[in-house]
Nanobody, 121 residues
Framework: VQLQAYGGGLVQAGGSLRLSCAAS????????VAWFRQAPGKEREFVAA?????YYADSVKGRFTISRDNAKKTVYLQMNSLKPEDTAVYYC??????????????????WGQGTLVTVSS
């Protein structure tokens, strides 16, 4: 599976962006899909995931929404009420992951190239 993330950009605080992650290859329907992010000087952190259910980091709960369109093999991350601390490179990921480990980046085999989101204050 190959993943390509896009949709990042510069937005003012309080604004919205929608990230997309297009998959090619087989198996997508059966995979957990997730978004992670990495801010400058920080470790990569979990943002949101979807497999049967949706999972969110506390820092984005209520503001971000993950969704997927299996027919289009695409995962989305709708980001609302953006804050400067949301500034990061956002990565999409996919793999067969057990639910208890869905927030762990080391459990994902397939990664997109990352898309930069910059939120200005």
């Amino acid at each position: 599976v190959q993943l390509q993330a896009y949709g990042g950009g510069l937005v003012q605080a309080g604004g919205s962006l929608r990230l997309s992650c297009a998959a090619s290859g087989g198996g997508f329907v059966n995979y957990a899909v997730a978004w992670f992010r990495q801010a400058p000087g920080k470790e990569r952190e979990f943002v949101a995931a979807h497999k049967q259910y949706t999972y969110y980091a506390d820092s984005v709960k209520g503001r971000f929404t993950i969704s997927r369109d299996n027919a289009k093999k695409t995962v989305y991350l709708q980001m609302n009420s953006l804050k400067p601390e949301d500034t990061a490179v956002y990565y999409c990921a996919a793999s067969t992951v057990i639910l208890s480990a869905i927030r762990r980046s080391d459990m994902y085999h397939y990664w997109g190239q990352g898309t930069l989101v910059t939120v200005s204050s």
